[in-house]
């Protein structure tokens, strides 16, 4: 008898840590970010001619403040509409206690987006990406280790990739940041069809 009440605990347990990744952590939402990340190059080149175009901001911060709230409202409301349904029927099986542990990304989040503003006030923009894929490293591996091993093996690259712009950053190459924008969108994708082949 008490076989069978650890077997359902265990059950109960899974089933909480899956219901709440599948909220802060959908593989929907992934490819659905993925596909986003993808669009940033040509979204700045269709943008150069206008106010968010990089070289007709003068102040860095000011440029990069505009840059983190145009594409957080567009992340936001696109990822809102595509994964409407699904977000709403997971959140009625999730656990309270599992949604305060899953929400361990927002600190993260705005902890770099704060980073980012700051080091483009003190005129160090270059190291902005670079600390973008440490942050993003920090924050997969984290959830990786609550969904599979293509998740954990991403987050080490992103760390790793992060180390090595930084240190990329003492030679003038002007289009690294597309390489690593394209790099980081194809493994959001990645990512997000492991996780769905595990959500089935």
């Given at each position: 008898m008490e076989k069978n009440e650890a077997i359902q605990q265990i059950e109960s347990i899974t089933?909480?840590?899956?219901?709440?990744?599948?909220?802060?952590?959908?593989?929907?939402?992934?490819?659905?970010?993925?596909?986003l990340l993808l669009l940033i190059p040509i979204i700045e080149y269709v943008t150069q001619g206008m106010t968010f175009g990089y070289q007709y901001l003068s102040n860095p911060a000011v440029n990069i403040i505009v840059h983190i709230f145009v594409y957080y409202v567009i992340f936001n409301l696109i990822i809102k509409i595509f994964c409407r349904s699904k977000t709403k029927k997971v959140f009625k099986s999730s656990n309270t206690v599992m949604k305060k542990a899953l929400a361990v990304h927002t600190p993260i989040i705005y902890t770099m987006f704060a980073t980012i503003v700051v080091l483009s006030l003190i005129g160090q923009g270059v190291l902005v990406f670079p600390v973008v894929f440490l942050f993003l490293g920090i924050l997969f591996n984290l959830f990786g280790r609550f969904t599979n091993n293509t998740v954990l093996n991403i987050s080490w690259s992103y760390i790793i990739l992060g180390l090595v712009y930084l240190v990329l950053t003492t030679l003038s190459l002007n289009y690294l940041w597309l390489i690593f924008m394209i790099y980081l969108g194809v493994t959001y994708i990645i990512m997000g069809i492991s996780i769905k082949n595990t959500e089935r």
């Open positions: 089933e909480v840590i899956e219901s709440g990744n599948k909220i802060f952590f959908s593989g929907k939402k992934l490819i659905g970010w993925g596909i």
